[in-house]
């Protein structure tokens, strides 16, 4: 009986009108309680998916780094909906594609790296894997860049899938990830609503939208990130271009939790996004909306700690 009714269950999900979401949820999320680890979202806006994704990313950090980065690693994050917040907005699509949206490649997440007994989290980490994992001073900063700029490859990459004559060379050779020209990251400690401090990276990275072109690629329903945030349209290749120039302007958070079962480094990551349409207008979510706001108001009222037994 229990078995019709999980099947029942998977069936129900995969032909309800939010079927990609849930059946994703369904199928691929990572129970992290089950770990040791609560963690839940708080203040989500309207735009946004209320409840995160969360996958296993070890496999996504290895082979997109050529094996450097070899971690356990979680990524728990939500993305746009097709919750419309203004008359501007285009219906079809949602806020992730949506070039009239502030939640235009916007992302917020957690990245989960698990402290293991073999010491890969350390290594990967930390600047001295024998010295303290909780002191700023020993965190490696480009390594926690280096998880935004795989995150990245990895979007493009998938939007590109089933593309004619185009292949892994020909991606290496167009994608770029790097801190825009004049600018730096700045760092500072901040505190979350429980009082608990963090450490703070902010930053400016140019890139490469994950804006596919729907004539050159056929993108899967369930093993691309069109999973998450669906396919553009017409009505937004009227107002920008497939693969446009990227500025992704966002914070990393990091802090170290040591648990009785799990120990662990959350890195929260949020940005908004700058880009040029194609009348030239430059748009800015970070700078010319609430986003920052927002999406501050998020992390200092995120759920994550130990669960309690």
Request: charged residues 25%.
């Amino acid at each position: 009986m229990r078995s019709i009714t999980i099947i029942l269950t998977i069936f129900a999900a995969i032909h309800t009108s939010c079927s990609t979401d849930t059946t994703v949820r369904l199928f691929r999320n990572v129970n992290l309680e089950n770990m040791g680890i609560h963690l839940k979202l708080n203040n989500v806006p309207k735009g946004l998916h209320d409840e995160p994704f969360v996958i296993k990313f070890s496999n996504i950090l290895y082979n997109f780094s050529d094996g450097a980065v070899d971690v356990t690693a979680y990524n728990a994050f939500t993305v746009g909906n097709r919750e419309k917040t203004s008359p501007q907005s285009i219906e079809s699509v949602s806020n992730f594609l949506d070039p009239f949206s502030k939640f235009k490649d916007t992302w917020f997440g957690v990245y989960i790296l698990i402290d293991d007994l073999r010491g890969k989290g350390k290594k990967f980490i930390l600047n001295k894997p024998d010295g303290s994992p909780d002191e700023e001073i020993n965190l490696n900063v480009q390594s926690l860049l280096t998880l935004t700029a795989i995150d990245q490859k990895l979007i493009t990459w998938s939007t590109h899938q089933n593309q004619k004559d185009y292949g892994w060379n020909d991606f290496e050779r167009e994608f770029y990830f790097h801190i825009r020209k004049g600018t730096g990251i700045k760092q500072e400690s901040v505190s979350d609503r429980r009082g608990r401090k963090w450490y703070k990276y902010s930053g400016e990275y140019e890139t490469i939208a994950a804006l596919t072109d729907i004539e050159k690629t056929d993108m899967s329903l369930f093993s691309s990130i069109r999973a998450y945030m669906g396919l553009p349209d017409t009505e937004v290749y009227k107002s920008v271009n497939p693969w446009h120039p990227l500025v992704i302007k966002g914070s990393i958070c990091v802090r170290y939790f040591n648990c009785s079962n799990v120990k662990f480094w959350a890195v929260v990551y949020y940005n908004g996004s700058a880009f040029k349409n194609k009348n030239g207008m430059q748009i800015d979510t970070w700078l010319n909306t609430d986003l920052q706001h927002v999406l501050s108001t998020m992390f200092e009222s995120l759920e994550i700690d130990c669960v309690s037994r």
